[in-house]
Every structure is written in C-alpha cells, then in structure tokens.
C-alpha cells in the first residue's frame, strides 16, 4: 500500500537556521505529494504541493521538489523564524485513493 | 471566504455516552472527509463523501461509528457509545473534487476525551 515516512521530531533550531524536514513515499504509481502545517491549537493547513515528478511547490519560504527517482519530496526553509515553529505533516494522494499522512515532524525555533 | 466550520471545539464524555460532532464545509465543496487523529500521529481516514453518497467507509468503524450528509452540505459524524480509545482529534475536511490534485482544506477540529 501507499506510505509516508518523515523525519523523526522535535527538530529545535535557532531563529535564521537553514531547515531540512525530510519525507520519502512509497505509492503504486506517482501520486500528489503536499505538505501541511498544524500551528498551535489550529487544523491542518496546505504549506505547498507538487503534482508530478520535477514539480517544485513553494510558499512563505519554504520549498520541496517532486523527485521520483529518490521517491522524496524533502521541504526546506533558508531562513526560519519563530513564527514556523509547528508541526509538519507530509502527504500523498494517489487516484481515487485517500490521502494518506506521515506521522509529523515537531519544530521548534528559538530566537 | 469562510473556512470548514466544526463545532464543538472540545468535548469531554464518560464511556459509553453518546458524542455527536458537526461540520459545514467549504461553499461549493463537493467532497467531504472526516478523519481521526491520535497524539502524535497523522489524520486517518475514517469516510468520504462524495455530495451526499458515502463512497469510502472502509475504515469507520461502523459498530460504534456513523455519519450522515444530508442534502450534501452539513455532515454529522456520531459515536454511540463511546469507548477510552475513541480519544482523538475528529477533523472534518472538504474539496471541491475527489481526486490527487484537489487541495483538501481542514477545520479546527473537534478534540475528544473520553473518561
């Protein structure tokens, strides 16, 4: 079946650190991948996706790339900030399959 | 535009009582999921809605578990009785088509303790 694996949490770094989350999938074929963020207290929000293989999604910084080769879809930040301190959740969908979660990555930022 | 829209928030029950938790997607969303998410994990996938048929309910546990979406908006997602392992984040989340590329939004959710 469809699997997410992500780096293990908490992940602490310093305000203005370069952030690495890594996630790798399995899937029968190539699915959607995204990435959403749960802040304190809040539901699950969309950070970025990409959809095909090469596909870089992008928002408020924070980048991933579709790289079916190495079936990851790593995200990355150059710089955090406090205000990024939630946890990360990777995803695939694949067809009419349900979207199926990694377990979540806990960061912290400290200023 | 208003997001998905749960209620309650928090609910805390005794064992065996019955629990009943709402939600109102996002306008025009065709498809809605309710998912379970225990501590430390990622959501699961307890049932989609497609309008108003439930086309995935392999994983709701349907002896305790049920859920309705009348005229294909509001839905209600009900545990009766409810038991210690029932536990959880319910979230409750829409889209406007079913398949890998449409973007699912998700509500606050509702965080269930049971004693």
Known sequence: GNSVTQMEGPVTLSEEAFLTINCTYTATGYPSLFWYVQYPGEGLQLLLKATKADDKGSNKGFEATYRKETTSFHLEKGSVQVSDSAVYFCALHFGNEKLTFGTGTRLTIIP | ?115
């Open chain 2, 1 to 115: 535009e208003a997001g998905v829209v749960q209620s309650p928030r928090y609910k805390i029950i005794e064992k065996k009582q019955p629990v009943a938790f709402w939600c109102n997607p996002i306008s025009g969303h065709n498809t809605l999921y309710w998912y379970r998410q225990n501590l430390g994990q990622g959501p699961e996938l307890l049932i989609r809605y497609e309008n108003e048929e439930a086309v995935d309910d392999s994983q709701l546990p349907k002896d305790r578990f049920s859920a309705e979406r009348l005229k294909g908006v509001d839905s209600t997602l009900k545990i009766q009785p409810a038991e210690l392992g029932d536990s959880a984040v319910y979230l409750c989340a829409s889209s406007f088509g079913g398949g890998s590329t449409d973007t699912q939004y998700f509500g606050p959710g509702t965080r269930l303790t049971v004693l």
